[in-house]
């Protein structure tokens, strides 16, 4: 037969929860196996009569008690009383298990108490909750944890000090708070190229450079894609030292990567807000937007810079965006229109071809230039699917003309991202217009970022026989080093030179040199912008090859460009 006592005690252990009695004057009462486990305690260490003082003081020495260091611990112990309430709560331990406590009176003054080891569920929440709050990528904080860290930074600007910020409410001055929105350039041809992996570790090498440019106390967060943001909290005091850390940022991003013994490069723009003290209608979403927009505008003027915002940006901002969407429909819509300007050699006197021109006629606001949508097209992501129909519809129209060369203009964009060359080769297997009469136009620009995918797409495109113009010459950096590493098949002379050519001898003599040049590497040259005959004369004596401008021929619909050309024949015929 059990005594009652071992029948209890049986009982007391089978209880998965630790458990422990004590009575009013906090002498243990009763305690479970249990109980001892969770403590790390020997059950020989407890007996029946002992204080709570010296079982807290026995859970302490265990690694047990209270994680606070034993100054802090000796004052606490000092203080606990009986537990005349019921409560309900958490304590980490110093051996950072967490116990969750029930304490619930007695009828005689003292109290029972219940122990769970909730470690487990503690660490899961802590995950869920870092995970609510970081990118998993990076680790870095996400705009959600970015917005709050700035809604606090804002309310202690305000005068607000919160809870959890501990940090003193700062003295009135021009203390500044920056908002900085980073965006990478070109982010997107490293993914497609090398692929998303080599995409995921770029911008963890990213995140690491950006990093180490700021202070421990600035906020540095992924937002997603290629966006980062920075938030640069204290002691920042001139938009001077804001803009010197943006500098700093965009030198670290700029510097080469490795990925894998591929060498990549990718730029980032900053847009940038402030904001200081009584700036009361500073809100998290206000501040990030008006990054946002002066990282846009940042994009806009050069890429690889930063601006700072200013309200002016968020008009010019609505009507880019308006003209984005409408740039959108017309592609959709067939709202654009290629032309053709004839180019006409200048020994023979006939036309030899036309260039590609392509027309926007706005519903609203009339034609807009290309030097407008073009760039347009390129910032909305749109330049791809513009580029292709030019290409398409040009090449269809002059796979009817009989043997005549089209000249196509393709951006640097285009140059740059991979798929060029097989957009080409489809698109004149589709149209059946033979390589030998298509001609691309690429300006120095596309040749700035020399990269070997760079000359390997133009020796591509020459193997397919199409010809490679290297146009607006004499307008960019001119680095005559172009001309002997890419396989060009014509200069085209920048039309502000022949301008000027008739009414100046250094510039006369800078033509003349080039289309030597020109001619001694085997390649064709084309005057641009011819509009009189004395500068057509100049150029014959100069035996410059073709011209275009608009003493031959302005741009023209392809049906007026036909009968241009149906007309020379006519009269071909009839002079012979
Ligand atoms: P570009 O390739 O140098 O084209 C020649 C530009 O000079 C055209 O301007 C043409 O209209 C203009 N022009 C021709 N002859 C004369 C002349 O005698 N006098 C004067 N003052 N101008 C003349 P447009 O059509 O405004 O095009 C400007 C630039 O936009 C082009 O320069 C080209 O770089 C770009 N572009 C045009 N269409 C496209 C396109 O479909 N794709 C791309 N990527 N760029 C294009
Ligand atoms: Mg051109
Ligand atoms: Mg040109």
Redesign the pocket.
Known sequence: MFQEVELRDLALDRIRQGLCVFDEQQRLLLFNRRYAELYDLDPGQLWIGMTLRDVVDLRYAAGTGPGMPPEEYALWRDRIGIADQIVNTEVTLRNGHVHAIHHEPTLGGGWVATFDDVTERHQAEAHIRHMAHHDPLTGLPNRARFTEQLESTLARLRGESRLEDHRPTLPIGDWLVAVLFLDLDHFKDVNDTLGHAAGDALLRLVAGRVGRCLRPEDTLARFGGDEFAVLLDEQVTTAQQVAEVAQRVIDAASAPYDLDGHEAVVGVSVGITLCTRGDEAAQPALLLSQADTALYQAKTNKRGTCCFFRPEMYVALRRRKEMERDLRRALAERGLE?HF?PMVDIGSGRIGGA????RWSHPEHGMI???EF?PLAESAGLIDE??AW?LRTACARAANWDGLCVA????PE?VRRPGLVELVTATLAETGLPASQLEL?I?EGSLLQETPATLLTLDRLRTLGVSIAL??FGTGFSSLSYLRRYPFTKL?I??SFIAAMINDVGTAAIVQAVITLGRSLSMQVNA????TKAQLDMLRAMHCNDA????LG??CSGTVFEEMVALEQNTDTTTD
């Open positions: 290629v300007q260039e590609a021109l392509t230039p290309p030097s073009i513009l580029g030019v196509v203009n393709l951006s285009q136009e300006t146009d607006d085209k920048d039309r641009e912008g011819v509009e275009q401008g608009y003493l302005r741009p």
